[in-house]
């Protein structure tokens, strides 16, 4: 059994157009003009249980207001939409008690209340049974090393601290989804990896379904065994990465790096796609040419210094599949 | 059927807002002084007024003191209650709406909960003062049923005010320009409602006995508090005054249902 079900979501949404300058919001005023911008186009994916996926695409290609129908606070112009079997938007009191949501922009705490007190007012929200809380609390608490930090106000709280609070705060009342919107966001390294090992251990140790929407690759390259990627409303692609890659290009990058920094570098198999000082990135179709002719003719020809072989940056390939395009957000 | 513990949650906000409140010390106190200073400036404004002229259209100073109690008591416990609604415009544009969607309580009760303030103890008092003075200047005595007329009547005008702040953040779910005209309904309905209605034109009345029922606490139960001839007003409406406020307010929270569901098929 699924435990999300997306058929054909549509949606569109009126934005109103003014014209420049005093007149035009004065025109605005009186005559609104409104222009329709499609940002769900039929929109179809599954999730099973204990799955990790990565939501990825474009600003204004979807992704937010895929997740906003998903956690029900919005509802599509057509389509099905099941979450845990409820329609989210139809029930939304029961649907969202079931959820877990965390926005990276945007916290879920009490601005000026200590962490701990969110944590119990959450508690009374969520209607969670006192034993619950406490075992789920103190796990989370451990988790996150949250201990020295519980009785700091929210609003003190560095960006990593805060983050690591509002992981556990949607995740108090043990809800068995969880949608995170972009949770890296303008976090410092370590904070990041802290982040992607508590979501790592979610999934694979309590079984908690996750999807993540994410600017990051890295974030998806460490946690999804799955990437749907959107654009333009649309699913551009829906599998593992590998295949994900497969899919865009078979192409490998050739990193060498040379004792001479001026040297001119060519070969009728690959292609000189970056240069930076000593460095050159080469990149080759693996089937033309074996990797191995590839290396041996270059250090027949130049001053070797160091070379590796390595998948072009999970970046590049979603650059690709966008086609470089970036559709206005309404 | 579960328990329902909306008021106990509704507790915890306000115990926590409080809280937070009182983290910016200097504030709460400038600004708590700062209200009732305000609010008495007015208060004898009034009063001079009355030693000018002595009496307005047949009211005497107590009987217009009451009415500014009522009105000015009901709208602080309304402002303490609901000043979360009349903040709520900021948190749509803030996108902060979301938040409370997501969470699964009804929305009315979070909005209420998120901004209880404490500073407006200042036109409380201020209220609760001129209407204990108004009660011992009157000729009248207070018996036990007028007593509990007056309660209903605070109650009542609370609950209209509260009314008020609920349509005027459903507005905000169309559109957060045009609030100002709410404005002149809410604040400027406290200031009508500190006078008895019956000195203005009669459509002003209307607007404000039929559409906005400010009258309820006002002219219409006066007849019974204050012991004056009826002047066609049957004893039955005196007496259930109080609940036009309730009803408004139901009335109010049924749109704010509407505009919720407008606000989630439109997402902003």
């Known amino acids: 059994m699924p435990q999300i079900v997306v058929e054909n979501l549509t949606k569109t949404f009126r934005v109103a157009e003014r014209d420049p300058g005093i007149g035009g919001a004065l025109r605005g005023l009186v005559r609104r003009r409104h222009r329709a911008v499609a940002a769900l186009g039929g929109v179809s994916f599954c999730l099973e249980p204990g799955e990790l996926v990565g939501y990825i695409g474009p600003n204004g290609a979807g992704k937010s207001t895929t997740v906003k129908v998903l956690a029900g606070i919005l509802v599509p112009d057509g389509g099905r939409c099941e979450v845990l079997g409820r329609v989210p938007w139809k029930e939304r009191i029961a649907h969202v008690a079931q959820i877990g949501v965390v926005f990276g922009q945007r916290t879920q705490l009490w601005w000026d209340l200590p962490v701990v007190e969110s944590f119990d007012l959450l508690r009374d929200i969520y209607r969670v049974p006192k034993a619950d809380y406490a075992r789920s609390r103190n796990e989370l608490i451990a988790l996150l090393a949250l201990e020295p930090l519980l009785d700091v106000p929210v609003r003190q709280l560095s960006l990593g601290q805060r983050m690591r609070c509002d992981l556990a705060a949607a995740l108090l009342h043990a809800p068995r989804l969880l949608f995170l919107d972009e949770p890296t966001i303008g976090l410092d390294a370590v904070s990041k990896l802290a982040v992607r090992d508590f979501i790592r251990t979610l999934n694979r140790e309590r079984g908690v379904t996750v999807i993540l929407t994410t600017h990051d690759m890295d974030d998806i390259e460490a946690l999804c065994t799955r990437v749907i990627v959107i654009a333009g409303g649309k699913i551009a692609s829906d599998g593992t990465l590998e295949a994900l890659r497969a899919r865009v290009t078979r192409e490998r990058w050739l990193l060498v790096d040379l004792e001479d920094a001026d040297a001119t570098v060519t070969d009728p198999d690959a292609e000189v796609i970056r240069r930076d000082g000593h460095r050159i990135v080469l990149a080759f179709d693996p089937d033309r040419v074996a990797t191995a002719v590839l290396i041996a003719r270059l250090a027949a020809r130049h001053a070797v210094r160091d070379l590796f072989v390595q998948n072009p940056p999970i970046e590049e390939i979603i650059a690709r599949l966008y086609g470089g395009e970036e559709p206005a957000r309404p | ?268």
């Open chain 2, 1 to 268: 059927m579960r328990r329902d513990d909306a008021p106990g949650l509704y507790l915890r906000y306000v115990g926590i807002s409080l809280r937070g409140q009182m983290q910016y010390r200097a504030s709460f106190w400038m600004l708590t002084f700062g209200n009732l200073f305000a609010a008495g400036v007015e208060f004898l404004g009034i009063w001079a007024l009355f030693g000018r002229f002595g009496s307005l259209s047949g009211w005497s100073l107590a009987e217009v003191a009451l009415f500014y109690g009522i009105v000015n008591t009901a709208f602080a416990l309304a402002e303490g209650i609901g000043r979360g609604f009349d903040t709520f415009p900021g948190m749509v544009k803030g996108g902060d709406f979301d938040r409370l969607l997501l969470r699964p309580r009804p929305t009315a009760l979070q909005v209420a909960g998120q901004e209880v303030q404490l500073m407006r103890v200042g036109r409380l008092l201020q209220g609760l003062v001129v209407l204990g003075w108004a009660m011992t200047a009157l000729p009248g005595a207070w018996t036990a049923p007028k007593l509990l007329l007056l309660t209903g009547v605070i109650g009542g005008g609370a609950y209209l005010f509260i009314g008020l702040f609920v349509l005027q953040a459903t507005l905000s779910f169309w559109t957060v320009e045009t609030l100002e005209i709410m404005n002149t309904v809410t604040y400027g309905g406290t200031e009508t409602g500190q006078f008895p209605l019956t000195i203005y034109r009669p459509w002003f009345r209307r607007f404000f006995t039929f559409v906005v029922p400010l009258g309820a606490m006002n002219y219409l139960p006066a007849p019974l508090l204050l012991d004056r001839d009826a002047g066609g007003i049957p004893t039955w409406v005196s007496w259930g005054s109080p609940a036009a406020g309730v009803l408004f307010l139901l009335v109010a929270l049924r749109l704010w249902k509407i505009g919720v569901r407008h606000y989630t098929s439109t997402g902003s």
